[in-house]
């Protein structure tokens, strides 16, 4: 059994502590649970059009993705035309996914032409800057503060000048006033290549602005449940204020737009109300505007 770095906070702790040494406990990202964040977000439409829609204008250019996982945001790019693209992830099972996706659209004669980097997005050198950066996923909360700067300040070096810098960021106005912890939930059946699987959905978000996301999964064949896991990552929040007007000029960024994305995935619209909202970011070199 592969379990996460940190004990399952909440509802999801009680879950595994309930199914003891009966469920397996993984990291979204390693190598067992990558391949099922694949299976349910590889074809995930959320803040796809977005981002497309605003890195058009530089169409022609270069484009880095940080964190592209299994490609979810970068194949269509490539289908809208994008032909200097470099990815860059820090799971090798993630970026194994994204070269057999690459793999699979050249034996379908689509554009699949990916410089894949396996690296951190807090510390990178390519020797080379970009058009456009993309950030997708809420990536941004992956990290802390300290790693957010180093993140920032990787950017800047590697963005060109009127280069833009495109990222999403979860919202959830008032966290850190909240008294004590809180959770949002949803519960929703998937499949991947063998069976059903119900999934329950739980988004434990704390004050401090430490939040774990969980799915439990219960694997169903013939009517029954025949394996368990839950499948945990962990984020660090601050409210937008804070990352638009403090840590984005600090590493010599500015925020341009912003702009709410439309909720389409049907995990996180299931458990959406009007205090939640992903927000897409066009940011610059602050010298430069």
Request: hydrophobic fraction near 40%; charged fraction near 20%; glycine fraction near 8%.
């Amino acid at each position: 059994m592969t379990t996460t770095t940190n004990k399952l906070p909440g509802t999801a702790g009680r879950i595994a502590e309930l199914y003891g040494n009966n469920i397996a406990l993984h990291s979204m990202y390693d190598q067992v649970g990558s391949g099922f964040y694949h299976s349910f977000m590889a074809f995930d439409t959320a803040e796809v059009d977005e981002i497309v829609t605003a890195a058009a204008s530089r169409k022609g250019g270069s484009l880095l993705e940080l964190a592209c996982g299994s490609g979810r945001i970068t194949l269509p790019l490539l289908d809208d035309g994008w032909t200097d693209v470099t990815g860059l992830d820090l799971s090798p099972a993630m970026l194994d996914l994204l070269n057999e996706r690459l793999a699979g659209r050249r034996a379908d004669g689509k554009p699949a032409e990916v410089k894949t980097v396996h690296g951190d997005m807090t510390d990178f050198d390519l020797g080379r800057t970009f058009d456009v950066i993309v950030l997708a996923a809420t990536a941004v909360w992956n990290i802390d503060a300290d790693g957010r700067a180093k993140l920032f300040d990787c950017v800047r070096r590697h963005l060109n000048p009127n280069g833009v810098f495109l990222f999403t960021a979860l919202a959830i106005p008032g966290f850190e006033e909240a008294p004590a912890p809180f959770e949002y939930t949803s519960v929703f059946v998937t499949q991947d290549d063998t069976s059903p699987v119900l999934c329950t959905f739980i988004d434990h978000v704390d004050p401090s602005g430490l939040r774990c996301t969980s799915v439990l999964c219960n694997r169903i064949s013939d009517g029954s449940v025949s394996d368990a896991a839950i499948y945990s990552a962990w984020t660090h929040l601050v409210p937008l204020p804070e990352l638009e007007n403090k840590e984005l000029p600090a590493a010599g960024l500015t925020a341009l737009n912003s702009a709410e994305v439309v909720n389409k995935h049907q995990i996180t619209r299931a458990s959406r109300s009007s205090a939640r909202q992903r927000v897409l970011y066009e940011a610059g070199l602050a010298n430069a505007w």
